[in-house]
Nanobody, 112 residues
Framework: VQLVESGGGLVQPGGSLRLSCVGS????????MRWYRQAPEKERELVAT????????NYADSVKGRFTITRDNAKNTVYLQMTSLKPEDTAVYYC??????WGQGTQVTVSS
């Protein structure tokens, strides 16, 4: 079983990034998928959720209106489109096939 995130990096405030997470070794289409993030010295927090069929979706208040979670079950991939990024969005972002599997994370740094 693997979940592999990609798409992180350094971006200026106000910029955008799209994270991807590809799953393998399990039936991706049956799982609710979630994105979490963990900033230095902070607890891991839930950012966004998407159900197996693609709806509904849910977001943390801190990202609502700026982040969008989508999935492509044919590609075993979940995405997190992040716009209007702020320095406080800086964190390691993890995807999760809830409740069983975690990815290793991808670093997102928002800084000028």
């Amino acid at each position: 079983v693997q979940l592999v995130e990609s798409g992180g990096g350094l971006v200026q405030p106000g910029g955008s990034l799209r994270l991807s997470c590809v799953g393998s070794g399990f039936t991706f289409s049956r799982y609710m998928m979630r994105w979490y993030r963990q900033a230095p010295e902070k607890e891991r927090e839930l950012v966004a959720t998407i159900y197996s069929a693609g709806v509904p979706t849910n977001y943390a208040d801190s990202v609502k209106g700026r982040f969008t979670i989508t999935r492509d079950n044919a590609k075993n991939t979940v995405y997190l489109q992040m716009t209007s990024l702020k320095p406080e969005d800086t964190a390691v972002y993890y995807c999760r096939a809830w409740p069983d599997y975690w990815g290793q994370g991808t670093q997102v740094t928002v800084s000028s």
